[in-house]
């Protein structure tokens, strides 16, 4: 599996439906809300997708799979810092995210934190949330080794 990359637009934008698709996944079979309850709409939580991604305090980080991929496929190749070099988002599929959301107070310790958690069942227990956690906090250390970072965690399963 590749590591964890940061989205960027727009070279990620397809792959936002399969965010919002994310949450009612996640929120039916961990019982817990993310923020959203049932009913679900698909259209409010593009939105709610497409503000986040817009939010320059927010960095949002994504586990993909690519199921036609091999050791041979320049496509799975890594460019600087992470980044996927392929254009090619529609065969991807996003089995995990977390969201950084870095806070400036000056006379505040916290500095950020990182929220929206979430692993598809099927991959949980296999390190994917583990890894994206790993990989928000090497995010913010780039940012200001200071930082103190604290994870809401409503969804403690995704971790494991």
Not at 108 to 134: A, C, H, N, Q, S
Not at 154 to 160: A, D, E, R, T, V
Request: hydrophobic share 35%; charged share 25%.
């Amino acid at each position: 599996m590749d590591p964890p990359i940061i989205y960027t637009e727009p070279h990620h934008t397809a792959l936002l439906p399969q965010l919002a698709r994310l949450i009612p996944l996640c929120t039916t079979h961990h019982n817990t809300s993310l923020g959203f309850l049932p009913p679900f709409s698909h259209d409010k939580l593009l939105r709610f997708w497409k503000s986040q991604v817009a939010d320059p305090e927010r960095t949002i980080i994504l586990q993909l799979r690519n199921p036609s991929s091999d050791a041979e496929n320049p496509e799975q190749l890594e460019g600087p810092a992470g980044e996927a070099k392929s254009n090619e988002n529609s065969e991807k599929e996003v089995i995990g995210c977390i969201v950084v959301v870095r806070k400036h107070k000056e006379t505040g310790m916290f500095r950020g934190y990182m929220e929206k958690l979430m692993v598809k069942p099927e991959y949980m227990g296999k390190g994917v949330g583990r890894r994206l956690v790993e990989r928000a906090e090497e995010e913010i250390w780039k940012g200001n080794g200071k930082m103190v970072v604290g994870l809401k965690v409503w969804n403690l399963i995704s971790i494991g």
